[in-house]
Every structure is written in C-alpha cells, then in structure tokens.
C-alpha cells in the first residue's frame, strides 16, 4: 500500500511542478566551486547568480505564445540557439543563457587549461541583464526587443533538439521585432546604390550611449538589424541592437584585466563607474559608426547625450533594475544602481572624447548615383562638404550631406566619390585640414579653384578630367581597384609591451624589454607602420644593446620604408680570439675576459622594401660608427696587437666610421615559417661600405645561405633540413666586421664568434623527428628530437689551413600549438660540450 501512495504523489507532484508557471533552478553552480586563489586570478565575477537557486518562469514550447515550432538550429556560436516560428508565421528565437566558448578555440585546446578558462570567464556574464535593457531603451527611444528567461520544460515538440535545450535556462525573444530589417552588409550595400537611401546617425547615438551606460561592449556588425522606413523616394535605415549577453559584464581577477592590453582584447572593459577607454571600448561595430556618425556636428552631438542623460532618470533606472530575479536584485540592486548613476554622470564627458577621437579622420562617402561634391573652407579655417544629387538630365537637385569640419577636432577628410557620373569642386585657400579624395567608376570631373596645401586624389586613369589651379593636385590614377577601393578608416594604435629574456655559454642570462607601437594607415590592411624599441642586457658582460625598428607600409608606391638604428653600448662585448681558421682557445686563467673586446656600435639603416610574391628586396644606404673602450681592454686578447690577424690590428683602437649601401633578397617557399617540413629558403645579402676617416677602409661583402627541407615519410614525422650558407669579403675589413662561425647562428659546439676570417663557408644538417602529439591540461602542442651536425671553416690572408670544425649534437623542442618553438640541445665539439636554449629552429 506505501508502495502505491509513493507513486500517486510522485505523479501528482510531477503534474503539479508542470502546472507551475515558474521554477527554481540553479544555472551552472560549478563556477562557485572555485577556490580563493583562483577567484584572485579570474575574479569573483557572477559566480554567485550562477549557482544560487532563483525563480524563473517556464518555458513549454508547444504551449507559449500560442504554440511555437522549431524550423533550424541558430547561427550563434557561444550559445545553443534555435529558431522557432509561431502559428502566424513570426520567427522567435530560443538561445541558451549557458555559454560554450570553448568551440571558438582550436581543437587541440578544447581539453585543457585554456578550455577551461574561457569557459570559467563566462561568469562575467550577468546572467539575467539582458532584461533590463527593454526599460532603459523605451526611456531613451532606442528600438528593441522583449526577451524573457526561462526553464525549458521536455517537450515532444523540440523533436531533434531535445537533448539540445530540455532543462535549460533559455532566452528566448522574437527575431525581428520591429518587422522586416536587413542585416549590416545589405544595408551598407543599399546605401551606397542609391542616393535616395539614408540613415538615422541619431538613433544609432542614442543607441552607443546605452552601450557605454549598461557595458554592453559586444556590438559586432551582426549583433545589429537596420529596419528599412520608407520615407520619400527612398529608405531610411533604423537601427536595431540585439543579442544583450554582455550588459554588466565583468572584468575582475589579475588574467582578465591583463588582457585588456590594446594588443589583445582592450574593448572588454569591466561593469566599473567609468569606462578606462571609451574609443577601444566601441571597437566593435566601428566600420559602421563612422560612417553613420559622420553626418553628426558637435553641437547635435552634445544635445543627443545630454537629452538621453536626461531621459535615464532614477525612477528608470530603479524600474529596469527590478526586471532582475530574486535573489540576484537583492545581491546587486545596490551596487549596480550606484554604478549606473556614476556612468550616467560620467557619460556626457566620456562621449565627447569618443566624438574627438572618431572625428580625427572623417570617412565621407557618396553613393553610386550621380552626384556633386562641393568643399570649400569657411570661417575660422573650417571646411564645409556637401553633396546634392545630380538628375539624369543633369541638373543638381536636393541636399543629402552638408557638414562644417573643425581643424582643431578633423586632421583628415576621406572623400569616397564611388561609382557614377560626378562633379567635384574644390576651394580652400585657409582651412589645414588634409584632403584625400578617391573616385572609382564612372565619369569624373575634378575642378579646383583654389587648395592651401597638396590634395591626393585617387582614380581610374580613364574618364577623368582636371580644370582650374591643378598645382596642389597629387594624382595616383591606375585602374587597379586597390587604387579606388573603399576600406574604412582605423584609428586605433595599438600599443605592445613584452619581456626579452634569453640564455647563452657567452652572455649567460640576457634581459631586457620591447615595445611596439602599431599604427593603421590609409587603406593600408591590416597596419599602416610599426614603431618597436627594445633593449637587452647582459648580467655575465655588462653589456647594453638598443634597438629601433621603424616600418612604413607602402609609404612610396608599393614599397615599405624602413628606418633601423642599432646601438651596442656603452658596456657592449664580444668574443674575439683573433683572425685566422686555427687560432688558440687558451683555457687557462680568466680566460673568457681575455677572450671579450670592449667596443661600442652603432649603425643606422634606412631602406626601401618590395615584396613579389614570395620574394622580398631590400636595399638601402648605410652608415656604421665604431668606438673602442681602452679602459675596460687593458689584459685581454683585443689589446695585443700582434695576435690578432686582423687588417686593422695596428688601429684597432682607433675610431672608424663607415657609409655604404646594403642590399638584401629573400626567397621563401616553406609550407611552414614555424615547423617547417617542405620548401626551401633562401637569402642574400650584400654590403659595401666606404672609409670616411683615416682609419676605415673600404670594404665590400656577399654572405648567402640557403636551406632546403624534406620529409621523409608520408606522416610529415621525420623532417630533414639542411643549410650551406657562407660570405666573401673584399678590402681589408675591421676585425668586427669579420665573417665569424661559432655558437648558435651557424657552428653549435664552439663559443660565439669563435672563429674569424676574411671569408667563411658553413653547413648545417638537421633531423627532426616527431614523437607525439599531445594534449596537456595546460599547454598542448608537438614533442620531438633533434640530431644535428655542423661544419664550417674560414679563411685569412697567408694562412695555411684544411681544418674544417666540427660540432654534433641533439635535443629536444616543444611546439606549443604549433605557434612558436622551444628548443633546447647540447652540442659537442673538440672544443667542449655547450647547451643551447632557443626560441626558435636555427633555419
């Protein structure tokens, strides 16, 4: 009898749970499981809402809204979604609140740590703060959608998506809930077919703002719909914003806020009371803004955000913050209200900035229709642009862009005349700000009453034509689409700091730091130039190296400039044992001091650099200052003259400064620039310096090497690399400018320029043999052998020699994921047995 009474209330108590309209459910409880240590590095975040039982109502497919029916699974990849459709044919879309990063990375990662942290940095997630923002956008006129979320009850109707989304906290929110829009690329596409066609910049503002106040960062070009409003012979676009998974999103732990770095992910910025980087937090989406924000003066701008400020009230705010479900409003009501009051005083400032720093260069872009450009500059040094649509008869008719540029906030103006039949004038006899115009199909005419400075202008080399004062006119015409081809302005600079940390038998541990500083240029994809600094220090040798790297882009027609400057001081040293194939290593003593010279280097080279498919040409002037330190020499080999062997042995002390010309050519058709297993490379460079004081002499060289790579069995497993490199110099060189063997660049198993000559030839075979793939919890990646032998000699003037050197060796490397190398070899030669440590495969 309890048997049967057991089961009735089991069965009543199932019905009754269904019958509810509402159930307690625990979302994903793991993320609270963590430990202290681990909260420090990924932060406490939105654990707490996970885990915690909360009340949220259900969701019975067959049953809400009138009975809906999955048709196909969504595109989202983070989340489950599905696509559902009501009894009158409005699509509804289902997409789980649980995210499932871990798909976005590499397989081989999936398993491991990395899998795990960014699944762990989705507790940064509010969970629930998607309902919020319907209240906040009807307060502020930004079009939106009503979401609701809940528990989905087992139905027979998910059919194939049961085991999908039974028993899952889900969002689900109707797909187009303002009817009929186009997604970005058709509404971009629209807009530059027709002239009729335009689009409400001030709703997209309205819409910005909300972002910056809730700390909804993620505004891709897909998590907006534009709804097309037919207003007179055309459209205008409204925009849609949707898919509010970040609003309130976290950024706490030591790992998360590292990553906000402008090289990596700076526009994930954490719910505080004042965004860090409004520019880098509107990453997103930022093709689109500058187009549509480019219609918007100051003035407007400010009245825009000062009026949604004012709309924002804290009855509002009080109002949305209720949408969230117990227990988490209670948890966060009060601090997410003082926050949301300190953004909402903050923004007005925090939105200026973002207008300067997207105004700095202003994309103004006509459409494929005929039309005509006027510029010209007005009071105070500004520049006015309009544009007015030209009929097919040819007569200019109605108004459809007018804006005044300030010199103070616009540097550059972008005018992209696009396909059609127009007609440009230009008059600017005071305004500074820099013009670039880009025309591309159709007929085009350019007449320029007046310019205070040099116009670019950008065209087909057909169909084209210039009237009035062309002086300040740079013309670029090819009709190459590359040459007219619109790409939006980037104006974020991306900045870089890294440790430099390295090991070797000569310089022991070497430390130091880079930067790098990356700046977009005009159409130049994906970087316009780099600037990268770095020094290294020597712990064993005192010794200080600085260097710049500066690269330019395309910056003269197609070739790249390139600015580099070397500094080797003031406490630089080398080893140098003399010139010659046979010369002593005399062990005893403090030999390694006897064996290092104290100089200081210095050498700038500026070059230009083509590339051609696989080829790259370098060439350039050159210029090379060398100074002794006779202090820090006294004892040592460099400070006698008579076993040196070297053309300057008697000057050595002695200042030299060269000026010459370097040219280098590279040839690379690896399959792999990391791990490579098929191809070959090659590399050449030659160098000719000239004496400009008594005590240089001229010299020229070639140094060449070339490597080739084999694999010897159909699983790519057993590589055999080999490469035969060597130089040849002319003249009587400086002993630093020899042609040196030695250590890890071309002789393993001897010191660092152990052996100098006039000339050299080396070869170096390598066998690399892959033991596994693995998959590690914290680092995946490829393990493998190395075997190696080297060879190499040099020759001097007068010496008799046969020796060639040998060294031989192995070890072993790490690939991890196969994006660097770590290797670390021993190598023996007569000479001694010496470990290396490297970064990277020598060739």
Known sequence: MLKYTLLLTLLLLSTFGYAQDSISVRIYPKYDSVGKFHRFMFGENYRKEYAMDTKV????????????????????????????????????????????????????????????????????????????????ADAVKVPHSDPMIGWVLPDAKLGQFSEMFENTLCLLEE???????????????????????????????????????LGDWDRHEDQWRWKPEKRGDGITYIPIPRDRDQVFY????????????????????????????????????????????????????????????????????????????????????DHLLKELKARRAALPKMMNTYYHFINRIVDIQATNKNELITISDTAGQQLTVTIRKISKEGNVKDLLFKRTFNPEVTKELRVYVRDGNDSLILNNSTSKIKLRIIGAEGVKKYHIENSNRTVRLYSK?????????????????????????????????????????????????????????????????PIGSTHSFSFLHSFA?????????????????????????????????????????????????????????????????PALR???????????????????????????????????????????????????????????????????????????????????????????????????????NKKRTIILSDRIGGGVTVGKQAFYQSQFLGGQGNLLGYREFRFGGQHSLYNNLEARVKIADFISYVLPGQFGLIGLYDIGRVWIKNEQSDKWHQGYGGGIYFAPASLTVFRVVVANSEEGTYPYIAMKFRY
């Open 57 to 136: 109502p259900i969701i019975k497919i067959s049953e809400i809204k009138g009975g809906l029916t999955p048709t196909q699974r969504g595109g989202g990849n983070q989340s489950h979604s599905l696509r559902l459709v009501d009894r009158s044919g409005k699509e509804w879309v289902l997409r789980s609140v649980e995210k499932y990063p871990e798909i976005l990375l590499p397989e081989v990662f999936r398993k491991t740590f990395a899998g795990a942290a960014i699944k762990d940095n989705m507790s940064a997630q509010n969970p629930f703060a998607a309902l919020i923002v319907p209240i906040v």
């Open 175 to 213: 797909r187009e809930p303002v009817g009929d829009t186009d997604n970005s690329e058709k509404m971009l596409r629209k807009l530059n077919e027709n002239s009729d066609n335009s689009y409400d910049g001030i709703t997209l503002l309205r819409a910005k703002a909300m972002d910056a106040l």
């Open 250 to 333: 976290l950024t706490e732990g030591i790992i998360p806020r590292s990553a906000q770095v402008s090289w990596l992910l700076p526009m994930i910025q954490g719910y505080d009371r004042k965004l860090k980087n409004i520019n880098w937090f509107f990453w997103e989406g930022r093709a689109i803004y500058s187009r549509w924000f480019s219609q918007i003066s100051e003035d407007e701008w400010t009245r825009t955000v000062n009026a949604f400020c004012d709309a924002v009230t804290d009855d509002v705010l009080e109002k949305a913050l209720r949408k969230l479900p117990e227990p988490g409003y209670t948890l966060r009501h």
């Open 461 to 525: 080399e057909e169909a084209v034509s210039f009237t009035g004062n062309t002086s300040k006119l740079h013309k670029i015409l090819d009709n190459d689409t590359s040459n007219t081809h619109f790409v939006a302005t980037d104006l974020y600079k991306r900045k870089m700091t890294l440790l430099n940390a390295g090991y070797n038998i000569d310089d022991k541990l070497l430390l130091g730091l880079s930067y790098t500083i990356t700046q977009p240029g005009f159409r130049n994809v």
């Open 541 to 605: 040798t005192t010794g200080f190296r600085f260097s710049y790297k500066g690269e330019f882009y395309k910056a003269i027609g197609n070739a790249d400039l390139i600015l580099q400057a070397n500094a080797m001081a003031p406490e630089n040293s080398q080893n140098f044992f003399g010139l010659g194939n046979e010369t002593t290593f005399n062990k005893s003593g403090d030999y390694i001091r006897y064996y290092r010279a104290r100089f200081s280097l210095y050498q700038l080279d």
């Open 610 to 712: 083509w590339h051609m498919d696989k080829s790259t040409l370098t060439a350039g002037p050159s210029i090379q200052y060398y100074r002794y330190n006779r202090s820090e020499n006294d004892g040592r080999l460099i400070n006698n003259m008579m076993e040196l062997h070297s053309p300057d042995s008697a000057t050595v002390a002695r200042d030299k400064t060269f000026a010459g010309i370097t040219i280098n050519y590279s040839y690379n058709n690896r399959n792999n620039d990391i791990l490579p297993s098929s191809g070959t490379y090659l590399d050449v460079k030659f160098s000719a310096y000239k004496g400009l004081n008594t005590f240089s002499n001229t010299i020229g060289q070639l140094n060449a090497s070339y490597s080739i790579y084999k694999n010897l």
